[in-house]
């Protein structure tokens, strides 16, 4: 709501009250936080501002090397689905294909929020964990090749 001058928040029943300069800024912060692209060893995640989360091949620029998810929560779902330790032939069930399946894999095991880690280069495989593994950071370094 505005009142001319300021611009009145309201979160969880607070308000709070702001003014152009600082809910510009405010927009700014949200949208930032909402959008943005990070970045692994082999893999990147995008938040974008359609809602979608879009894995790609770390620096790669064609589609060919994307997957497009309705959002995060779909990414998800379908590590939740795969069983406790899988390969890209498991991911191609799920109706992906081609050198995504591949990318999917890495991109679980590098992504903090799966709670996995690769347990075989050949063929990759990537093995479940009772959390701490996947962390950014902890990416197996045989896998990076």
């Known amino acids: 709501m ?19 300069e600082q809910a510009r800024d405010l927009q700014d912060a949200l949208g ?7 970045e692994f060893l082999h893999t990147a995640g995008e938040h974008r501002e ?3 989360y879009v894995v790609s091949r770390r ?8 997957k497009v998810f309705d959002d995060f929560e779909q990414v998800q779902r379908l590590f939740e ?10 991911v191609s069930r799920t109706g992906i294909t081609g050198s995504r399946r591949h990318m999917l894999v890495r ?14 280069r050949n063929p990759l495989t990537v093995e479940k964990t009772d959390g701490g593994a996947g962390a950014e950071g902890d990416v197996d370094p045989a896998a990076a090749d």
Do not use: Q, W, Y
Request: glycine share 6%; proline share 3%; aromatic share 4%.
């Open 2 to 20: 505005t009142n001319g001058e300021s611009i009145e928040v309201t979160i969880d029943g607070r308000t709070v009250s702001l003014s152009r």
């Open 32 to 38: 930032d936080a909402m959008t943005h692209k990070r």
């Open 50 to 52: 359609d809602g979608k």
């Open 59 to 66: 620096s790669a620029d064609s589609a060919g090397n994307t």
């Open 81 to 90: 689905r795969l069983p406790d330790e899988f390969t890209a032939d498991e």
């Open 107 to 120: 991109h679980f095991a590098e992504h903090p929020a799966f709670d996995c880690t690769i347990a075989r």
